[in-house]
């Protein structure tokens, strides 16, 4: 049975086990059958950036904690929309090289986004802020000298 049986699910846990996401067209076409989703944990594996153009219109939290990858290409990176999502986990990765890839995001009901242990400095949780303002919460411990806090 693939993933792709799986029309209504609504949560899934995949966290810690050893998988490798690479995101091809046919993984593409599997998960894009998840319209149902909103809890998604992919947190203790490798996964790249290909997940952000996977389309979850009811995905509400994910969690790519620890994943491994690296946002560096905002060059054919399309905008992801998951346009109900409230809670991102990106901590533990190589986010900073990737903010270009972060800003063309389009999550307008991001409530919390936790960064921490990125390498990320002051100006950067600036634009950030910025790109969504409706933040309640931004998690940026242990991101190095110039940090801030959001006001």
Known sequence: MGIHCWPVLESLDLSHTKLCLI????AY??????LHLKWLNV??????GGIFECMW????TIDLS??????????GQRPCKWPRVKHIDLSQNTVAGGLPVLMKMQWPLLECLDLSNNDLNASMIQLIETCWPGLKTLDQKRLGSDSMQLK
């Open 43 to 48: 947190s203790g594996n490798t996964v790249d």
């Open 23 to 26: 995101w091809t067209q046919a």
């Open 66 to 75: 620890d994943s491994g990858f690296a946002l560096l290409d905002a060059n």
């Open 29 to 34: 076409q599997s998960v894009a059958r998840w």
């Open 57 to 60: 219109p009811s995905l509400e």
